[in-house]
Antibody, heavy 117, light 110 residues
Framework: EVQLVESGGGLVQPGGSLRLSCAAS????????MTWVRQAPGKGLESVAK????????FYVDSVRGRFTVSRDNAKKSLYLQMNNLRAEDTAVYYC??????????WGQGTLVTVSS | QSGLTQPPSASGSPGQSVTISCTGT?????????VSWYQQHPGKAPKLMIY???KRPSGVPDRFSGSKSGNTASLTVSGLQAEDEADYYC??????????FGGGTKLTVL
C-alpha cells in the first residue's frame, strides 16, 4: 500500500523558516517525480514544487522560487521542502504527492503551515 | 503561470447528469492530453478521478467520464449520488512541464 506521511508543519512568524518532510512507502520511490501541492484555507490547489526522480532538477511556481527548496533522499525514501522567508500568503495545507505523467494518484494527508505574528 | 478556469459551482438532483468545464489555453489544456480531474471532500486529500483526459483509475465508478474539445476539458458525472457532493479540480500539464490547477468547482447534489 502506498503511503505518504508529511510532518514539520506548524506556526511560524513572517520571515521565518520551516522544513517539511514526507516519508514514502509502498512504491519504488527512486523512480518517481515527487511534488508538493498546497491549499490555502478555503482556496484551491496549487502545485508549489516538483523534483525529478534522481533529484537533479527542480521546478517551482513563481511565487516561491528563490524562497523554497525541494529535495529528496532516495535512500531514506523521503521528500523535503525547505521554506524560507515565509509570508502570510504561504499559509496552507501542504500535501506531498507522487506525480506520474502529470497526474497525482497518491497524496499524503497534508500538514498545516500557518504564517502569522 | 495563470490557473485554469472552472465555474465556482454546479448542481444537480440525484440521478441526473452534471458537466463541469475547465478552460485553459493552447499552451496547456489544448496542447497536451494530460488533463486530470480530482475530487476532494472537506478535510480530505484530493482523489484522482480522471487522468489523460478520459481514463479512469481502478476503482473510480464509470459514472465519471472526461472529455476535451480544443482548450476546454470537461468532467461529466452521470447518475448523481449524494456522495458525489464535493469539490472538483481539473489540472493540466503546462509549459515547462509544470502542472496547473483550476480554481475548483463545488458540486452540490440537490
Amino acid at each position: 500500500e502506498v503511503q505518504l506521511v508529511e510532518s514539520g508543519g506548524g506556526l511560524v512568524q513572517p520571515g521565518g523558516s520551516l522544513r517539511l518532510s514526507c516519508a514514502a512507502s509502498g512504491f519504488d520511490f527512486n523512480i518517481h517525480y515527487m511534488t508538493w501541492v498546497r491549499q490555502a484555507p478555503g482556496k484551491g490547489l496549487e502545485s508549489v514544487a516538483k523534483i525529478t526522480p534522481d533529484g537533479s532538477a527542480q521546478f517551482y511556481v513563481d511565487s516561491v522560487r528563490g524562497r523554497f527548496t525541494v529535495s529528496r533522499d532516495n535512500a531514506k525514501k523521503s521528500l523535503y521542502l525547505q521554506m524560507n522567508n515565509l509570508r502570510a500568503e504561504d499559509t496552507a495545507v501542504y500535501y506531498c504527492a507522487q506525480e506520474h505523467w502529470f497526474r497525482t494518484a497518491y497524496w499524503g494527508q497534508g500538514t498545516l503551515v500557518t504564517v502569522s505574528s | 503561470q495563470s490557473g485554469l478556469t472552472q465555474p465556482p459551482s454546479a448542481s444537480g438532483s440525484p440521478g441526473q447528469s452534471v458537466t463541469i468545464s475547465c478552460t485553459g489555453t493552447s499552451s496547456d489544456v489544448g496542447g497536451y492530453n494530460y488533463v486530470s480531474w480530482y475530487q476532494q471532500h472537506p478535510g480530505k486529500a484530493p482523489k484522482l478521478m480522471i487522468y489523460e483526459v478520459t481514463k479512469r483509475p481502478s476503482g473510480v465508478p464509470d459514472r465519471f467520464s472526461g472529455s476535451k474539445s480544443g482548450n476546454t476539458a470537461s468532467l461529466t458525472v452521470s447518475g448523481l449520488q449524494a456522495e458525489d457532493e464535493a469539490d472538483y479540480y481539473c489540472s493540466s500539464r503546462g509549459v515547462s512541464d509544470n502542472v496547473m490547477f483550476g480554481g475548483g468547482t463545488k458540486l452540490t447534489v440537490l
